[in-house]
């Protein structure tokens, strides 16, 4: 069945530092990749997808690309701010199926 | 534009009781599903509904009922809560089932603890 795999956290970095989450998966045929993000106390939303080999998303700064050959989806950010601090969950969708989750990074950001 | 609503928000069920988790869209979106979110285990689907009068089972429906009458409503039903069920709870909806590229909007979740 499909699978998400990311990395675990939670990862701490300084303002303006670079961030990296790593995301692998495991799907039969062509999937579309997400990543959403958790702020304290609230729900999901979608940060930027992807929904074929070698696409890029985007938002807010951070960038994903669909990469086949690896079965990889990582999100990075050039500089990040305290305000990223949240949860970060990578998810795959195909055909008819639901969204399949990572277990979630979390990113705290300090001053 | 209120998007996905879970009521309520918290709640404290001893065990042995029933309670309805409520869910509503006002997006008229196709597909809805319930996910319980646990420390260190991410999301995992219990039930989804790909339209009216249409369930299925997900990863983790036992202890869970649902049904969906309406496009808008997605109740979740706890039968005979546990203390295994002590989680927080999402509702999500999209549209156009078939499209592997539709993103999923999600409730604000609802806290639920069983002692």
């Known amino acids: 069945g499909n699978s998400v795999t990311q990395m675990e956290g939670p990862v701490t970095l300084s303002e303006e530092a670079f961030l990296t989450i790593n995301c692998t998966y495991t799907?039969?045929?062509?999937?579309?990749l997400f990543w959403y993000v958790q702020y304290p106390g609230e729900g999901l939303q979608l940060l930027l997808k992807?929904?074929?080999?070698?696409d890029k998303g985007s938002n807010k700064g951070f960038e994903a690309t669909y990469r086949k050959e690896t079965t990889s989806f990582h999100l990075e950010k050039g500089s990040v701010q305290v305000s990223d601090s949240a949860v970060y969950f990578c998810?795959?969708?195909?055909?008819?199926?639901?969204?399949?989750f990572g277990k979630g990074t979390m990113l705290l950001v300090s001053p | 534009n209120a998007g996905v609503t879970q009521t309520p928000k918290f709640q404290v069920l001893k065990t042995g009781q029933s309670m309805t988790l409520q869910c509503a869209q006002d997006?008229?979106?196709?597909?809805m599903s319930w996910y319980r979110q646990d420390p260190g285990m991410g999301l995992r689907l219990i039930h989804y509904?790909?339209?009216?009068?249409?369930?299925d089972q997900g990863e983790v429906p036992n202890g869970y009922n649902v049904s969906r009458s309406t496009t808008e409503d997605f109740p979740l039903r706890l039968l005979s809560a546990a203390p295994s069920q002590t989680s927080v709870y999402f509702c999500?909806?999209?549209?156009?089932?078939?499209?592997?590229?539709?993103?999923?909007?999600f409730g604000q979740g609802t806290r639920l603890t069983v002692v």
């Open positions: 999500a909806s999209s549209s156009g089932t078939g499209d592997v590229s539709t993103e999923a909007f």
């Open positions: 799907a039969t045929g062509y999937p579309s």
């Open positions: 992807a929904t074929k080999a070698d």
């Open positions: 998810a795959l969708k195909q055909g008819y199926s639901t969204l399949t």
């Open positions: 997006m008229n979106h196709e597909y």
């Open positions: 509904s790909v339209g009216a009068g249409i369930t």
